[in-house]
């Protein structure tokens, strides 16, 4: 694999809009996202931007980014359409969306999505980390992913994403964090593929794939890093990223 990061950010975000360029101790929350993800060492790092001034901040931190037409639908869209300028020759075979609002990710994190890629009938990679709660699994904002892992098995297939607490029963349910892994042929059939009618009900892009037939993997991780959508997640990124803390 020749991996590639590219990280979609943009200034309208619904509940903390200009979020990529706020301010955590010091620097714009997207520098942060940048580094940590240079840190991961899987390849290089572009941020894929909606607007100038997000480039501007990014290119100020010595870091690349690509200008995007703000009108694209989704991040997934937006990592697409940065590829196409960026990486025209398609010299990376993997691309990994990693979203500009988690600002304190482990680089051991963003390695580990590639582990399904190991297996070349997954198409899309992505992460879950074990529910430790009722209230967590029972909360719509919290994505869960119906899969299950073997013993010893860091990775396992997904069969289904829902705002539900599936599956039924005893046993562990999973949190779906919201990185992808994509083939780069798989990311191009999915920006490719019309909105699907389970898309549509449960508002998660990723059943569009599974619709399609296409397959995604899961690696399992101990803890899910937090992303940052509101004022409050802001100042809690705030306080895990102070000197000292």
Sequence with gaps: MTPIVVIPARMAAS????KPLADIQGRPMIVHVLERARA??????????????????VRAAGGEAVLTDPGLPSGSDRVHAALATIDPEARHDVVVNLQGDFPTIEPGVLRAVLAPLDDPAIDIAT???????AAEAAAEQVVK???????????????????LPIPWGEGPRWHHIGIYAYRR????????????????????????ALEAGMRIGCARIAE??????????LERARRQLAPGA
């Design 15 to 18: 509940r903390l809009p200009g």
């Design 145 to 163: 992913a119906a899969c299950a892992f073997a013993a010893d098995e860091p990775v396992a297939p997904a069969l289904y994403f829902s705002r």
């Design 185 to 208: 042929a798989a990311l191009a059939r999915f920006v490719a593929l019309p909105e699907s009618a389970l898309e549509r009900r449960e508002r998660l892009e990723q059943l569009r």
């Design 40 to 57: 991961a060492g899987i390849g290089p790092v572009v941020v894929a931007c909606a607007e100038p001034a997000i480039a501007e901040a």
């Design 224 to 233: 899910g890093p937090f992303g940052v959508d509101t004022r409050d997640d």
């Design 127 to 133: 992460l879950v980390a074990p529910i430790g709660s």
